[in-house]
């Protein structure tokens, strides 16, 4: 637990000092999980509801840009940074071992990520609604 709180306190000093540009605070992998598609699925047009979802040979990155936290994420599409994309990116809180930061993106979609600094895991829900197809879904992955 002593870790974590070199961690997080380190995590605070990331995010909230100006001279920390472009700093990777924790890398996850893609992740696996589940999403359930509201409308339909994308290829066929049916009703689906609950499938095994996830992100392969992928990436969750929590980077500090000065003062604010962005979300990098690496797919099999390419690399996007989350407030690049337009998104509002917001730590709610660090509380040892955990912090939690929220993506919202102009388009809709919103995302939570919780990062745990201890156990090197991050656990995130995302929800698309009026994108492509609505859908919600939650994914856990293992850090570095």
């Not at 390419?78 to 690049?84: E, K, L, Q, R, V």
Request: charged letters at 20%.
């Amino acid at each position: 637990m002593r870790m974590a709180g070199v961690f997080a306190f380190g995590l605070m000093v990331c995010v909230f000092s100006p001279q920390a540009w472009g700093e990777t605070i924790i890398e996850c992998d893609g992740g696996q999980g589940k999403a359930f598609y509201y409308d339909n699925d994308p290829e066929t047009g049916a009703q689906i509801g609950w499938i095994d979802d996830g992100m392969t040979d992928g990436a969750i990155v929590l980077v500090t840009n000065g003062d604010s936290a962005d979300i990098i994420i690496k797919d099999a599409i390419g690399t996007i940074s989350a407030s690049a994309e337009g998104a509002t990116v917001t730590v709610l809180d660090v509380h040892e071992p955990f912090v939690d930061v929220l993506v919202a993106y102009p388009q809709g979609p919103k995302e939570l990520y919780t990062f745990d600094l201890d156990l090197r895991r991050v656990a995130w829900s995302q929800h698309k609604f009026g994108v492509m197809f609505d859908k919600a879904q939650t994914f856990v992955a293992d850090c570095k």
